[in-house]
C-alpha cells in the first residue's frame, strides 16, 4: 500500500479534526461519566493514555487504588523500561564524561592540535573547510567512541519518548514533563547543551512527586538553571572577585543581572500579578549574587561564591534578608514558596494540566488551601485533584487537546506498538509545533488547546497517524494484526479501532464520518480505519 495515497486523502480526514478546534459536546442526557469513561478519563489525565488491556487493568485493581500506586511510583516495578534506556548511555554520566565522550570535530581538532583555536573559523584546515579533514575526524570519533553534542539531544528525546510510552511510572513521567515546562531551559543555549541532561535527571525528576520547596531549590542551584538565565555570572558590581578580575583581557563588565530573579519571581512561584515590584526583583538578584558554576568547562557543578556575594542587607516581599552568604538566596525560596500567591499559582497550573484549560475556581481554591497545609506536598495537591468532583465531570471529559508528545506517546500506546524512541519521533513532534528541549522562553509551552491547534500543525497530526497506522515510522513497530480477528468489512474495521483507540466511546457525529470515507477507499480497512481514528477529535482530545 502507498503511503503517499494515503496522505492525498489526509483533506478527508480534515473532516473529523476540525473539530479539535472547539469543545467536543457532551452527550445530551449525560449528568455523570460512566463507568467505563471515567476510567479513560483518568488514564488521559495521570498516564499518556490507554495500551490496550489497560481499561480492564484498572477496573479490575480499582480507580482508587490505580490512582495510589502512581501516587507512589517507587512501588512500582519498573525495572523493563530501565533496561530499555540502556541504550542512552549519557543519562547517566556527569558534565565530565558527557564533554569527554561528546565532542563536535571542531572541538576534537582543537584538541589534537591540528587547527589555530583563534582563529578557527577562518582557518583552511577547519573541519568545515577541508573535506580531508572532516573524515578523517569523523573516523578518529568512531575509533575513540566519541559522539557529536546533537547525540546528546537525541538521547535525551529519545528517553522521554521511551519512558512515556513504557514505564509503568505513568505519573511520575507526566510531572517529569510538566515540571520541565514549568521550569523551562532551552537545550540549544551554549553550554546547556552538555547540561541539560543532568538538569532533567537530578534536578526535575527526582522531586516530580516531592515538596515543591525542594524542586525549586533544586533547580535554583542547577547548573542548566544558572546558566540559562545568566545568574552564574551576577555578582555584586564591587566584588572582589571582580576587581580581582577587572584588569584581564575581555574582562566582562562587573554587576547584577535579574534575569533569573525575575523569572523566578513571574514564571516559577508567585506568578506574574503576585504583587511582587522591581523593587522585589532587584533585591531578590542581590540575594542571588554569588550562586555560580565551578569549573564549568569540566564538571560543572553548582558552587556559592562568597567573593562575588552582595554582603548588604536585602528586602523582599516585605520581608528583611540579613542571614548573609548563601543562606540570603536560600531564605528569599523560603519566603516565595510560602507566598499565598505562590499556592494559588501551581494551584492553577496543577489543575489546568489536569482538568480544563480554564481552571474551576472552587477546585483551584482547595488545591491551594492543600498546598498551604501541607507546605507545598505536590503528591497531596495531586491527590486532591483526582478524588474530586471537578476531575471526573462531564465538562473536563476530553475537555483538553493533547500536546504533540501527548498526542505521540498515546498513539503509540493505543496500538500496543514499541518504540526505541528514534531520531523521527522527536522530528515528527517538533514538526507539529512541540521540539522536545528546545523552546527558547522560560515560559515553557503554553497548557492551552489554542498552541497545538494551527492549520499546519493538524495536517502534520493526521499525517503522523496515517504514517504510524501504516507502520511506517522508523523505530517504532506495530502489529494490526493483533486487532483483525472478524474484520471482514470497513464498517467492521471502523469498529475495531473505534473500541482500541476510543474505548468504543465515539460521538455519532464522528462516527458516520468515519464510515462514510472509509467505504470510499479500497485500501486495506485495518490500517485505513486505524489511521482515520487517530486523526479524529475525540482521540486528539484528552
Given at each position: 500500500?502507498?503511503?503517499?495515497?494515503?496522505?492525498?486523502?489526509?483533506?478527508?480526514?480534515?473532516?473529523?479534526?476540525?473539530?479539535?478546534?472547539?469543545?467536543?459536546?457532551?452527550?445530551?442526557?449525560?449528568?455523570?461519566?460512566?463507568?467505563?469513561?471515567?476510567?479513560?478519563?483518568?488514564?488521559?489525565?495521570?498516564?499518556?493514555?490507554?495500551?490496550?488491556?489497560?481499561?480492564?487493568?484498572?477496573?479490575?485493581?480499582?480507580?482508587?487504588?490505580?490512582?495510589?500506586?502512581?501516587?507512589?511510583?517507587?512501588?512500582?516495578?519498573?525495572?523493563?523500561?530501565?533496561?530499555?534506556?540502556?541504550?542512552?548511555?549519557?543519562?547517566?554520566?556527569?558534565?565530565?564524561?558527557?564533554?569527554?565522550?561528546?565532542?563536535?570535530?571542531?572541538?576534537?581538532?582543537?584538541?589534537?592540535?591540528?587547527?589555530?583555536?583563534?582563529?578557527a573559523q577562518a582557518n583552511p584546515n577547519?573541519?568545515?573547510?577541508?573535506?580531508?579533514?572532516?573524515?578523517?575526524?569523523?573516523?578518529?570519533?568512531?575509533?575513540?567512541?566519541?559522539?557529536?553534542?546533537?547525540?546528546?539531544?537525541?538521547?535525551?528525546?529519545?528517553?522521554?519518548?521511551?519512558?512515556?510510552?513504557?514505564?509503568?511510572?505513568?505519573?511520575?513521567?507526566?510531572?517529569?514533563?510538566?515540571?520541565?515546562?514549568?521550569?523551562?531551559?532551552?537545550?540549544?543555549?551554549?553550554?546547556?547543551?552538555?547540561?541539560?541532561?543532568?538538569?532533567?535527571?537530578?534536578?526535575?525528576?527526582?522531586?516530580?512527586?516531592?515538596?515543591?520547596?525542594?524542586?525549586?531549590?533544586?533547580?535554583?542551584?542547577?547548573?542548566?538553571?544558572?546558566?540559562?538565565?545568566?545568574?552564574?555570572?551576577?555578582?555584586?558590581?564591587?566584588?572582589?572577585?571582580?576587581?580581582?578580575?577587572?584588569?584581564?583581557?575581555?574582562?566582562?563588565?562587573?554587576?547584577?543581572?535579574?534575569?533569573?530573579?525575575?523569572?523566578?519571581?513571574?514564571?516559577?512561584?508567585?506568578?506574574?500579578?503576585?504583587?511582587?515590584?522591581?523593587?522585589?526583583?532587584?533585591?531578590v538578584a542581590r540575594a542571588f549574587t554569588?550562586?555560580?558554576?565551578?569549573?564549568?568547562?569540566?564538571?560543572?557543578?553548582?558552587?556559592?561564591?562568597?567573593?562575588?556575594?552582595?554582603?548588604?542587607?536585602?528586602?523582599?516581599?516585605?520581608?528583611?534578608?540579613?542571614?548573609?552568604?548563601?543562606?540570603?538566596?536560600?531564605?528569599?525560596?523560603?519566603?516565595?514558596?510560602?507566598?499565598?500567591?505562590?499556592?494559588?499559582?501551581?494551584?492553577?497550573?496543577?489543575?489546568?494540566?489536569?482538568?480544563?484549560?480554564?481552571?474551576?475556581?472552587?477546585?483551584?481554591?482547595?488545591?491551594?488551601?492543600?498546598?498551604?497545609?501541607?507546605?507545598?506536598?505536590?503528591?497531596?495537591?495531586?491527590?486532591?485533584?483526582?478524588?474530586?468532583?471537578?476531575?471526573?465531570?462531564?465538562?473536563?471529559?476530553?475537555?483538553?487537546?493533547?500536546?504533540?508528545?501527548?498526542?505521540?506517546?498515546?498513539?503509540?500506546?493505543?496500538?500496543?506498538?514499541?518504540?526505541?524512541?528514534?531520531?523521527?519521533?522527536?522530528?515528527?513532534?517538533?514538526?507539529?509545533?512541540?521540539?522536545?528541549?528546545?523552546?527558547?522562553?522560560?515560559?515553557?509551552?503554553?497548557?492551552?488547546?489554542?498552541?497545538?491547534?494551527?492549520?499546519?500543525?493538524?495536517?502534520?497530526?493526521?499525517n503522523f497517524g496515517i504514517a504510524l497506522?501504516?507502520?511506517?515510522?522508523?523505530?517504532?513497530?506495530?502489529?494490526?494484526?493483533?486487532?483483525?480477528?472478524?474484520?471482514?468489512?470497513?464498517?467492521?474495521?471502523?469498529?475495531?479501532?473505534?473500541?482500541?483507540?476510543?474505548?468504543?466511546?465515539?460521538?455519532?457525529?464522528?462516527?458516520?464520518?468515519?464510515?462514510?470515507?472509509?467505504?470510499?477507499?479500497?485500501?486495506?480497512?485495518?490500517?485505513?480505519?486505524?489511521?482515520?481514528?487517530?486523526?479524529?477529535?475525540?482521540?486528539?482530545?484528552?
Amino acid at each position: 500500500m502507498s503511503i503517499q495515497g494515503m496522505k492525498r486523502k489526509a483533506v478527508l480526514l480534515l473532516l473529523l479534526i476540525f473539530v479539535s478546534l472547539v469543545p467536543l459536546p457532551a452527550q445530551p442526557a449525560t449528568t455523570k461519566l460512566s463507568e467505563n469513561q471515567k476510567i479513560l478519563h483518568l488514564l488521559n489525565r495521570i498516564a499518556f493514555g490507554a495500551r490496550p488491556g489497560d481499561v480492564e487493568r484498572v477496573r479490575k485493581l480499582g480507580v482508587d487504588k490505580f490512582v495510589d500506586q502512581q501516587l507512589h511510583p517507587e512501588r512500582i516495578d519498573d525495572s523493563s523500561t530501565e533496561a530499555a534506556l540502556s541504550q542512552f548511555p549519557s543519562l547517566k554520566m556527569d558534565v565530565t564524561e558527557i564533554n569527554e565522550k561528546y565532542v563536535a570535530p571542531m572541538d576534537l581538532a582543537r584538541r589534537l592540535g591540528l587547527i589555530n583555536p583563534r582563529n578557527a573559523q577562518a582557518n583552511p584546515n577547519a573541519p568545515q573547510n577541508n573535506p580531508r579533514l572532516r573524515r578523517e575526524l569523523q573516523s578518529m570519533m568512531q575509533e575513540r567512541g566519541l559522539n557529536p553534542p546533537q547525540r546528546l539531544l537525541q538521547e535525551l528525546q529519545s528517553q522521554k519518548l521511551v519512558r512515556a510510552v513504557s514505564s509503568e511510572r505513568q505519573l511520575q513521567e507526566v510531572m517529569t514533563d510538566f515540571w520541565f515546562n514549568h521550569f523551562n531551559v532551552f537545550w540549544g543555549k551554549g553550554a546547556n547543551r552538555q547540561l541539560t541532561t543532568g538538569y532533567e535527571m537530578n534536578a526535575i525528576r527526582p522531586h516530580a512527586l516531592g515538596k515543591f520547596k525542594d524542586l525549586v531549590m533544586a533547580t535554583a542551584k542547577s547548573p542548566a538553571m544558572l546558566f540559562y538565565l545568566d545568574n552564574f555570572q551576577s555578582s555584586a558590581p564591587d566584588s572582589r572577585m571582580l576587581q580581582r578580575l577587572a584588569n584581564r583581557p575581555q574582562a566582562r563588565k562587573p554587576g547584577i543581572n535579574e534575569n533569573y530573579a525575575r523569572e523566578l519571581m513571574e514564571l516559577h512561584t508567585i506568578g506574574v500579578e503576585g504583587g511582587y515590584t522591581q523593587k522585589d526583583v532587584q533585591e531578590v538578584a542581590r540575594a542571588f549574587t554569588g550562586w555560580t558554576i565551578d569549573r564549568p568547562r569540566q564538571d560543572a557543578g553548582f558552587v556559592f561564591r562568597p567573593m562575588m556575594h552582595d554582603r548588604g542587607e536585602k528586602t523582599v516581599l516585605g520581608h528583611k534578608i540579613s542571614e548573609g552568604g548563601i543562606k540570603d538566596g536560600e531564605a528569599v525560596i523560603d519566603i516565595l514558596v510560602r507566598h499565598p500567591s505562590t499556592a494559588r499559582f501551581i494551584a492553577t497550573k496543577l489543575v489546568r494540566r489536569f482538568v480544563s484549560d480554564e481552571p474551576p475556581k472552587t477546585l483551584v481554591d482547595r488545591v491551594a488551601a492543600v498546598y498551604t497545609r501541607t507546605d507545598g506536598d505536590i503528591r497531596e495537591m495531586l491527590h486532591a485533584i483526582f478524588t474530586s468532583n471537578e476531575f471526573y465531570a462531564v465538562d473536563a471529559y476530553r475537555a483538553k487537546t493533547k500536546s504533540p508528545f501527548e498526542l505521540v506517546v498515546s498513539s503509540i500506546r493505543a496500538l500496543g506498538a514499541t518504540t526505541t524512541g528514534g531520531p523521527r519521533l522527536a522530528q515528527e513532534i517538533a514538526r507539529m509545533g512541540q521540539p522536545l528541549y528546545q523552546y527558547q522562553a522560560p515560559t515553557g509551552f503554553p497548557d492551552r488547546a489554542s498552541q497545538w491547534t494551527s492549520a499546519g500543525a493538524l495536517v502534520e497530526r493526521l499525517n503522523f497517524g496515517i504514517a504510524l497506522a501504516a507502520n511506517k515510522v522508523p523505530a517504532t513497530s506495530i502489529d494490526l494484526a493483533r486487532f483483525s480477528k472478524g474484520v471482514t468489512s470497513h464498517d467492521r474495521a471502523i469498529d475495531v479501532a473505534v473500541d482500541a483507540l476510543l474505548g468504543g466511546d465515539v460521538s455519532d457525529a464522528t462516527k458516520r464520518i468515519l464510515v462514510d470515507q472509509i467505504r470510499t477507499t479500497n485500501e486495506p480497512p485495518l490500517v485505513k480505519a486505524f489511521a482515520m481514528v487517530l486523526g479524529s477529535p475525540e482521540f486528539q482530545k484528552r
